[in-house]
């Protein structure tokens, strides 16, 4: 079928009348035969093209099907699918409210769920020690077949020991020189193999955010996986890793909680940003979403059960410049109340954001 396809894409193409194409990167020769018989028929949902990489960075679709076309990105499931509810936290938010948590998840619950994460197939295994395999076999699947399907990478070796550098960086600021540095290849090297495995879903750049008013700003990208289960594996964190030491749960679950964020804001119809926001005196807010009318909500996450004031410190500095614009501050933290800190600011308990 392969063969195929990429023998005589038109050919193809044209006995089709309803198809799924799988994994469509693996023949972009398709992609203008599609185009083709989709000008000639102008029929809604003819194709149903699904693939594990962002064909969007693939040039023969922005030279062909960029404005013909729909796209859905089906990340790992979210928490809310996974226990069955329908979220409104981030829609309250920007209207200044809070919603009421859901089920209390806290403890040692909490940290099986993050360990946990969205993949169906992670979901479907209770061993921890099934799930961390079946994580590192697909992480070498991806490395070993995908990333040929969409770029030419000279030293394919190199990607499995990046995954592993990166994973040590989920959660800060990217320094491309310093990751490189550690694999003998220069920074733009290391921002290209970054790049690819964006395309493949495993790992974001959390672009930062500023206004001109605020000054001292850190303009560099964090870096975060979309997916806390596979961040774990790649960091050999288990349950009774993190009983130990703590400390090594705070930046997976801020993984946790940035890519819970940024599914629910793909859910909506209004268009949302992710960001994040430090400045030079080290303060930060690890979650900023904007809509398109500039409204903002602040996220900062904590692993610890207690809250205190100087937690909003940063969120008070962005209240301070954009007044109203701020629409809601709020700090996630492992407990179980709704304690308000302030004007449109509270501590809330994780599990608001499935509720």
């Known amino acids: 079928m392969l063969e195929a396809a990429r023998s005589d894409p038109a050919g193809f193409v044209r006995g089709f009348d309803l198809v799924t194409i799988d994994e469509v990167q693996r023949a972009p020769e398709l992609l203008r035969a599609i185009k083709?018989?989709?000008?000639?028929?102008?029929?809604?949902?003819r194709f149903l093209l699904t693939g594990s990489a962002n064909i969007l960075t693939l040039p023969q679709v922005s030279e062909s099907l960029a404005r013909c076309m729909e796209i859905l990105s089906l990340m790992p499931l979210s928490r809310a699918e996974i226990v069955g509810r329908k979220p409104s936290f981030l829609k309250a938010a920007f209207t200044g409210k809070l919603v009421k948590p859901g089920p209390t998840m806290i403890g040692?619950?909490?940290?099986?769920?993050?360990?946990?994460?969205?993949?169906?197939?992670?979901?479907?295994?209770?061993?921890?020690?099934?799930?961390?395999?079946?994580?590192?076999?697909?992480?070498?699947?991806?490395?070993?077949?995908?990333?040929?399907?969409?770029?030419e990478v000279e030293k394919l070796d190199q990607l499995p020991r990046l995954l592993q550098i990166l994973a040590h960086h989920s959660g800060q600021l990217t320094n491309f020189t310093q990751i490189g540095g550690q694999l003998g290849i220069d920074d733009k090297t290391t921002r290209k193999y970054t790049g690819i495995l964006e395309q493949l879903f495993i790992v974001h750049r959390l672009s930062p955010w500023f206004r001109?008013?605020?000054?001292?700003?850190?303009?560099?990208?964090?870096?975060h996986f979309l997916d806390s289960g596979l961040l774990a594996a790649l960091l050999g964190l288990t349950a009774e890793r993190i009983a130990k030491?703590?400390?090594?749960?705070?930046?997976?679950?801020?993984?946790?909680?940035f890519s819970e964020v940024?599914?629910?804001?793909?859910?909506?119809?209004?268009?949302?940003?992710?960001?994040?926001?430090?400045?030079k005196d080290q303060d930060e807010v690890d979650i900023i979403i904007e809509d398109e009318r500039g409204g903002l909500v602040g996220l900062e996450v904590k692993a610890s059960a207690t809250v205190n004031a100087n937690d909003f410190k940063a969120i008070r500095?962005?209240?301070?410049?954009?007044?109203?614009?701020?629409?809601?501050?709020?700090?996630?933290?492992?407990?179980?109340k709704v304690v308000p800190f302030g004007d449109r600011l509270f501590a809330a308990p994780m599990s608001c954001l499935w509720s």
């Open 317 to 336: 500095k962005i209240l301070d410049i954009c007044g109203d614009d701020l629409k809601l501050g709020v700090v996630l933290y492992d407990g179980t």
């Open 212 to 223: 001109n008013q605020l000054k001292r700003l850190i303009k560099t990208p964090k870096l």
């Open 108 to 151: 040692d619950e909490l940290v099986h769920a993050v360990l946990v994460g969205g993949y169906p197939e992670m979901l479907r295994r209770e061993n921890p020690r099934r799930r961390q395999t079946w994580a590192r076999d697909y992480v070498k699947a991806i490395v070993q077949r995908d990333v040929r399907d969409i770029a």
């Open 36 to 45: 083709g018989s989709v000008d000639s028929d102008r029929r809604a949902g």
């Open 245 to 257: 030491d703590r400390s090594s749960f705070g930046a997976l679950l801020e993984t946790f909680v």
């Open 262 to 279: 940024m599914k629910q804001a793909a859910w909506l119809d209004d268009s949302y940003t992710l960001h994040h926001y430090r400045d």
